[in-house]
């Protein structure tokens, strides 16, 4: 119709899009009461840390290896995908989406054979394969040795730019009430295996899978009663954007990330 209203909502800086600021209205981040996390985990990975009065946010290039690109049998979360991987009797069990044959790995599936991987000793601390390359999951499935680098990038762009947020707010891990996982890779991970890696690095009961924040945040905006809605400009007006790649400590936080916990 022609007198339809589009609004575009607005950035909060460089690669931190609209769609960060839908996922800060869908999990309140901004609200005063406690300082609390949002992390949206994929190829362009964002981090936003707010106690109500203030709000800084960055973004870090983790890589596709959370949605299972770059990854030599990866795949989309879809039929067939190992999603979940365990440890039973010695022995590694694989849920496959769809209970069919097993004909590649998504993300989450990635994360668990990894931090399974770890416990087992099948992988080191510093990231190499124990058992030879590649190594057998299920079926035709392997994983390889660039295959855990992979990961290891993703997960250490992430966990650097965490920590580097919170040393700029002059925070602590234990200072944070609430992490809020957004996107659908943050949605299934499982939170254990996550933390085996190193990936998350505070109690799991602090950890909250939200979901699609960037839908749920436009829905927000769009039946909002009040069309000139000033929370935007708010949120917007208390923003400090970080870039990490100006930051002279992020080479090395970055490559201690990357390796995975001992235990």
């Not at 973004?59 to 989309?76: H, K, L, N, Q, V």
């Not at 994983?143 to 966990?159: E, F, H, P, V």
């Not at 943050?186 to 839908?215: C, H």
Request: aromatic letters at 6%; charged letters at 20%.
């Amino acid at each position: 119709p022609p007198d339809t209203l589009v609004q575009f909502l607005p950035c909060l800086g460089s690669f931190v899009g609209s769609d960060v600021l839908a996922g800060v209205l869908a999990t309140g981040v901004h609200r005063p009461g406690r300082l609390d996390m949002l992390v949206d985990l994929g190829t362009n990975g964002e981090i936003v840390l707010s106690d109500g009065n203030r709000l800084l946010c960055a973004s870090t290039a983790a890589g596709p290896a959370f949605e299972g690109a770059r990854i030599s049998a990866g795949m989309r979360a879809a039929t067939g995908a190992i999603w979940k991987v365990a440890a039973r009797d010695g022995h590694l069990h694989c849920e496959v989406l769809g209970n069919a044959e097993p004909r590649g790995i998504c993300g989450s599936g990635l994360v668990d054979a990894v931090a399974v991987g770890l416990d087992i000793g099948a992988v080191r601390p510093t990231g190499r394969l124990a058992v030879g390359d590649p190594w057998p999951l299920a079926g035709s499935v392997a994983i390889t040795q660039n295959d855990i680098r992979q990961l290891q990038l993703a997960k250490g762009a992430i966990a650097a730019g965490i920590r580097l947020i919170l040393e700029q707010w002059g925070a602590t891990f234990d200072d944070v009430g609430h992490l809020y996982l957004a996107g659908a890779f943050g949605n299934y991970v499982d939170r254990i295996s996550a933390r085996r890696i190193g990936l998350l690095q505070m109690p799991l009961e602090k950890v909250k899978p939200a979901g699609n924040t960037a839908l749920q945040g436009a829905k927000i905006a769009l039946f909002s009663p009040n069309p000139e809605d000033n929370r935007f400009a708010a949120i917007h007006s208390m923003t400090r954007h970080v870039g990490l790649n100006e930051d002279p400590r992020f080479q090395e936080v970055y490559v201690e990330e990357m390796v995975f916990p001992a235990e």
